[in-house]
T-cell receptor, first 113, second 114 residues
Framework: EAGVVQSPRYKIIEKKQPVAFWCNPISGHNTLYWYLQNLGQGPELLIRYENEEAVDDSQLPKDRFSAERLKGVDSTLKIQPAELGDSAVYLC???????????FGPGTRLLVL | GNSVTQMEGPVTLSEEAFLTINCTYT??????LFWYVQYPGEGLQLLLKATKADDKGSNKGFEATYRKETTSFHLEKGSVQVSDSAVYFC?????????????FGQGTILTVHP
């Protein structure tokens, strides 16, 4: 069974540029999460989807961050414009309704110059 | 609010040594507790979990017991290997209105030398 797929794995951009991250969850997983992991810290939840609906986006900085999960499968997280402080690893995870265990992708490492 | 505190690292051990990584938590209600491991260049992998008080999670020789009286979930392994070198994260899912949101500790770097 394929795991959570994320792309790109690495991204380097200049500040004020836009950037987008893509995630494909494990097949059949209804719930999808985006987490932010700063260096030396544990991940922090940005947004949680149940199918197409964002059920918890309270930690998402909505002035520059946006996310979508059209058709309730894969998802895109966007930053526009990026700031130096956005340099971090962006993790995607998914889970099924039958279990609370979250399965994580490898992450996208973003560097903003 | 909910929070997880892990012992500060890094932790450096020789192969076959005993490992303990302390984890304590603050949460309302009855959270589920998890240990995740992150190997270099890889995503987080679930190592073990426990969903109620006195439950013991175990996997790959690692164990942790959910202690509600001390709000702890310490990770232990009797004999570590070089391949156990990784970052270990303790996490909780508080449930209720926070269901689905994992709250993580800051992580503990473990290095095992031959």
């Amino acid at each position: 069974e394929a795991g959570v797929v994320q792309s790109p794995r690495y991204k380097i951009i200049e500040k004020k540029q836009p950037v987008a991250f893509w995630c494909n969850p494990i097949s059949g997983h209804n719930t999808l999460y985006w987490y932010l992991q700063n260096l030396g810290q544990g991940p922090e939840l940005l947004i949680r989807y149940e199918n197409e609906e964002a059920v918890d986006d309270s930690q998402l900085p909505k002035d520059r961050f946006s996310a979508e999960r059209l058709k309730g499968v894969d998802s895109t997280l966007k930053i526009q414009p990026a700031e130096l402080g956005d340099s971090a690893v962006y993790l995607c995870a998914s889970s099924s309704l039958a279990t609370e265990t979250q399965y994580f992708g490898p992450g996208t490492r973003l560097l903003v110059l | 609010g909910n929070s997880v505190t892990q012992m500060e690292g890094p932790v450096t051990l020789s192969e076959e040594a005993f490992l303990t990584i302390n984890c304590t938590y603050t949460a309302t209600g009855y959270p589920s507790l998890f240990w995740y491991v992150q190997y270099p260049g890889e995503g987080l992998q679930l190592l073990l979990k426990a969903t109620k008080a006195d439950d013991k999670g175990s996997n790959k020789g690692f164990e942790a017991t959910y202690r509600k009286e001390t709000t702890s979930f310490h990770l232990e392994k009797g004999s570590v290997q070089v391949s156990d070198s990784a970052v270990y994260f303790c996490a909780l899912n508080a449930g209720g209105t926070s269901y689905g949101k994992l709250t993580f500790g800051q992580g503990t770097i473990l290095t095992v030398h031959p």
